[in-house]
Structure formats: C-alpha cells, structure tokens
C-alpha cells in the first residue's frame, strides 16, 4: 500500500469519526432521561382515592363516581398536585437539569393548560351547581382524550393514543349511561388509561435508560 | 472520452478549525439538539473535564457561536448555553464540507 494510500485511509478514518461524533452527540442531546410514567399511575391512584373517600360509609351497590361526601374529590386532587410537585421538586435537584426542547415545552404545556382548564370548569360548576356527575365523567373523559391524544401524535406513541380512545369511550358512556355504568366505565378507564399505561410507560423508561448509559467521551 | 473532473486539493473546502476539536464539535453537536444546556448536563454527556469544557465552550463564545446566560435559581448560580444562529451555520457547513472531502477521500 503506497504512502498516499495510507494517509487517503487515515484521512477517511478520521472525518469518517467526525462524521459519526456529531450523529451521536445529536442523538445523546435528543435523548431524555426523564421519567413521566410514574405520574399516570400516581394520578390513576388519585382518581381511585377520591372515589373511595367519596363512598366511605355507603354500601357498594350505591356507589357513585362522587358518592357522599361533596369534600372528597376536591382534597384528593389538591393532595395530589402538591405530592406530585413536591416530588419533582425532590428528585430535580439531583443530578444535571435536562436541557429544554421544543417538543418537551409543547407536551408540559398541553398538560398544564388541561390541569387549569379542569380546575377552573369543576371549581366554578361545582360551585354554580349546574354541574351533575354525567357531566363530570364526560368531561373528565374528554379533557383527557384530547390530552394524550395530542401527546401521541407529538411523540408518536401508540400506546398513548389507546389511552386516548379509552377516556373518549368513557366520555361517552358518561354522556348515554346510567350513574352505574358511567362508575362502572370510569373505573376501567382509570385502570387502563392510568394505571396499566403508566406501569407500561415505566417499564419502557427504564429500558430505555437501561440501553443509554454513561458519559460520551469526546 | 474525457475522465470526469475530480476536485483539486485547492478546491477542497477547509475545515472550520474553531469547530474541528472533538471536545468542541461534541459540543456544538449536543446544542443544536436543545434549545439550551446547563454546564452541568453538557458535561455529563461528554464525560470532560471542568476546565477542559470552559476553556472550550469559551473559544465557541469567542467565535460567537454559543451563547451564555448567568443566573440564580434558588440562590444557586446555573450557567446556561444556547447555540446561537451563526454556531448552527457554521456547523452545518462543516458537516457539508466534511462530506465533500470523504467524497473526494473516497474517489482519491
């Protein structure tokens, strides 16, 4: 092999990895590490407390999605919010902030603008009283679909757009069904759309932080 | 039949020798996939050094394409990066002009 061949070689192999350096570096930048799932549990978890809290005292064949006590859905969800913040708060400080993203910014701010849109439609229903419990679920449903249906399309998640369908369903039963059948719809939508989606979101995550470890060395 | 025209070394385009450094290409590589990093992220995903990663995101300051930003969050200092828009151009023709010369690296 001449001389010129060589260096030609060396040359390649070198902008070759230069070539390479960027596409990995590009990829490790697009690459998060956050984990979300664990808070579609967390809120499927909540949904199910409030329900609970709401029957206490009442027998199972009365139950309903608000039951008897007016207090409980308010307070869960609030609880909710704060563990849930609180708990971010916790976990941010350790270890290097993630870097923000276009698409990162549109997914918190879908799901920001859907918590304010919900709390302000139930606060100031409930308080006017014009608010039943159909409507309740229906819009719960509805909110929700939107929301991860968004997402979905966003991240192009399958798994997230089932989750979508599963809360629209609920919607609609909520708007067509007895106060029994709406529990009954609202209960499953909870397990699947929240609880089981949320587990599989995780499950996910760590794979995927499993099979991207450790610092890239330049 | 006349043998098709290959480019001359003067013709090669020269490699931004600002962006050539592997620390520094990482680096800009990183950025233009966030719209900003904290020092601290950077260098976790590059595994370098304190100094190392000052003294280069410094030279890409100088050359103008990054962008800082101090600031406290919670009465800690953060110090932010953005990739500013001559540091995207700058490495898209270096991403053009390394093609260019594997190309003629390849038919040399």
């Given at each position: 092999m001449s001389v010129d061949h060589e260096m030609n070689d060396l040359a390649r192999q070198e902008l070759t990895a230069r070539l390479n350096l960027i596409e990995s570096m590009i990829a490790e930048g697009r690459q998060?590490?956050?984990?979300?799932?664990w808070t579609f549990v967390l809120w499927g978890a909540a949904y199910i407390a409030a329900i609970v809290f709401a029957n206490l005292g009442a027998p199972v064949a009365e139950?309903?999605?608000?039951?008897?006590?007016?207090?409980a859905w308010p307070i869960t969800m609030i609880s909710t919010l704060v563990l849930m913040f609180g708990y971010i708060g916790l976990v941010g400080d350790k270890g290097p902030k993630q870097p923000e993203t276009t698409m990162g910014r549109a997914i918190f701010s879908m799901w920001l603008a859907m918590g304010v849109s919900m709390m302000i439609f139930f606060v100031a229903a409930g308080a006017s009283g014009r608010l039943d419990e159909h409507i309740y679920i229906a819009v719960i449903g509805a909110m929700l679909g939107t929301t991860n249906f968004a997402s979905s399309m966003i991240l192009k998640w399958r798994a997230q757009l089932f989750t979508a369908l599963v809360w629209w369903t609920a919607a609609v039963v909520g708007c067509f069904g007895s106060l029994t059948q709406s529990l009954i719809v609202f209960l499953a939508a909870i397990f699947l759309a929240q609880i089981v989606f949320g587990v599989y979101g995780m499950i996910s995550e760590r794979k995927t932080m499993a099979r991207k470890s450790g610092a890239v060395h330049a | 039949m006349p043998e098709p025209e290959t480019e001359t070394m003067t013709e090669l385009p020269e490699l931004n020798p600002v962006i050539h450094g592997k620390l520094r290409l990482a680096l800009l590589s990183l950025l233009s996939a966030v719209e900003e990093a904290e020092f601290t992220w950077l260098r976790a995903k590059t595994g370098a050094t304190d100094g190392n990663l000052g003294a280069q995101l410094l030279k890409l300051e100088e050359a103008g394409y990054v962008a800082v930003e101090k600031k406290f969050v919670l009465r800690k200092p953060q110090t932010l990066y953005r990739m500013t828009q001559a540091g995207r151009q700058a490495l898209t023709d270096y991403v053009q002009a390394l093609k260019r010369l594997l190309g003629s690296a390849i038919d040399g």
């Open positions: 998060k590490t956050e984990s979300w799932g139950w309903s999605t608000w039951g008897h006590h007016t207090l | -």
